[in-house]
């Protein structure tokens, strides 16, 4: 049978038994949304959630390249206690996911496909499952797919997924809580481009990876970082500042460390299960609004939204009060 | 009694009369939203709207500047029909309000101050009223305030209303749907800068204008404006492309008879009708939004939510499923 004809639960029992090219059928079905990805989500359900490593940062930083030098540290496994890890001694990692995440820019079709090149070192790599995805122009479309798409992934057997986004906007902070551990990759000179994000990168980051190190201004960097990180609240966490090269690997072993320490401290503090529950009322409160919207849309092609535009026209209605009737009958 | 006292019937009367303080006191209240914003948008339904221009434009286009100079030419009053007006006569215009709106950067606050300087020709001009707004951080604040303040100059008895917005994302163009015509204004050299934003500009201009035309430039910029134009479908109105240099004035009073033409035209065709009735739909989409989100937010903070949240977490239930419970509960 083609992958074509069949069912998501049939498409999941192959992916989990390593057929990818029914867990990318699947990834489909979760970009296009509505139903379809509602029906394969709910399959996934219950399974273990891998462990999501988010990387993100402005485009140029060179998230890719990391990405790509990354994969091969955590093939390495999660690392022993002394490095950093939680466990006596390494934890393996058969396979790793990673799924490239466009935001709904229309320009930035080349780039993801130069990342893809990018990363061409796993592709032959049959334990390396690389994907990207795009939705364009569905409201809360990426914030709702993406969690499922980890999700998904995790129920097909991966146990660790790298969710790489560009930039720190809203919809990329969104993206980012959907990760356990999240990478903020800057460069030398990023302080000029990226004044007006500190607050967005504060909230999301618990590495800071100054890439490109070869460079100068690293030390002015670093410097940026940790003085803003001085003016936060103190926690628990202190992101650490590192610094790679990532076309040579210089410092990726290092990152792969601190991302496993950040792991260490999550699981011994419950704070791992803890955020876990925190993201799932996030998403059902997404899923929500992205359903009264769909109600509000079907609402505003009927005959009482008309009537009641009559109403405002005509002065007999205002809008508040136009709205309290069709809520009304809306809600009741 | 002190405006501070003062019922929102009674503020409205003030304002009719020519009280200054009052109007500014409504606005206020429409500024910072909810209920108190909806009760003072009531009481200006039913009164005739005011005409309402739309500035809009990157920053540093000189949209202030060309505002400034453009109130000089809405006192001469609309033109007559051979200078582009509707009328056999010059119509005149006894008051002009301009809302300088602000949208929600926290950047922005020293250049909407440095505008009111720049306006300030006016300053002491009892038949100018000069106003800026800012909502941050409300969801559609700006989109549902900026047509209720409108609608409350005009209750009060202006006839014309400039509504100057900042830059073409989705916020500004909700905003420039508040106007009846709305001016995009650009300078020399603005295609390098506003690409991306090409069909967001075709969108919600009705008159282009390169400003600052002094500089070198604006034959390319011309050229670039008359390409997109040559490029989209066919309509009854073609913006027309004009250059103004703000600053000494030039080019201003044919500004404003472009915009007495396209009023004009709005008359003659039913659009000027047929186009606020659609705009009177979008707000009352708005309102039910707003309304459907505040729904949103008193469910996620009960009970219900939480206990669906432990489902979720636990992998007994998936969020589609809790919200289907949920939105049956709040909809039926």
């Known amino acids: 049978m083609s992958p074509g004809t069949r069912q998501p639960g ?8 390593g057929d990818r090219a029914a867990l990318a059928r699947l990834l489909s079905i979760i970009e296009r949304g509505g139903a ?16 999501t490593v988010g990387i993100t940062g402005a485009p140029g930083a060179g998230k890719s390249t990391l990405t790509n030098a990354l994969i091969r540290e955590v093939r390495t496994g999660w690392p022993a206690a002394e490095d950093g890890g939680a466990g006596a001694q390494h934890d393996p990692v058969d396979q790793v996911a990673v799924l490239a995440v466009d935001p709904s820019s229309p320009f930035s079709g ?3 496909l130069g990342d893809r090149i990018r990363m061409q070192d796993h592709a032959t790599d049959p334990s390396v499952f690389i994907r990207s995805m795009a939705t364009r122009g569905h409201l809360g479309g990426l ?3 993406v969690p499922d798409a980890v999700r998904v992934m995790g129920a097909a057997g991966l146990p660790l997924v790298i969710v790489e986004t560009v930039g720190v906007g809203q919809m990329e902070v969104d993206v980012a809580s959907a990760a356990d551990t999240t990478v903020v990759v800057v460069t030398p000179g990023w302080g000029d481009s990226m004044q007006a994000n500190k607050a967005g990168l504060l909230e999301v980051a618990n590495v800071f990876v100054i890439n490109k190190a070869d460079r100068p201004g690293v030390r002015e960097a670093r410097r940026d970082l940790e003085q803003m990180l001085e003016l936060s609240a103190p926690a628990a966490w202190r992101p650490p500042v590192l610094t790679t090269t990532a076309t040579d690997g210089e410092g990726v072993r290092a990152l792969w460390q601190a991302v496993a320490r950040h792991r260490a401290h999550l699981v011994r503090s419950g704070l791992l299960a803890s955020r876990r529950r925190e993201r799932l009322g996030e998403e059902l409160r997404r899923v929500l609004t992205a359903r009264l919207l769909q109600r509000l849309d ?3 092609a009927g005959e009482r939204f008309g009537a009641a535009v009559d109403g405002v026209t005509s002065g007999t209605l205002d809008p508040y009060e136009a709205a309290d009737g069709l809520l009304s009958d809306l809600i009741g």
Chains 1, 2 share one sequence.
């Open 10 to 17: 049939e498409l999941l029992a192959a992916a989990a038994a």
């Open 36 to 51: 379809p990805a509602a029906a394969v989500a709910k399959l996934a359900y219950g399974a273990a959630p891998p462990y």
């Open 110 to 112: 080349g780039a993801i």
């Open 143 to 145: 914030a709702l797919a």
């Open 298 to 300: 079907d609402l505003a």
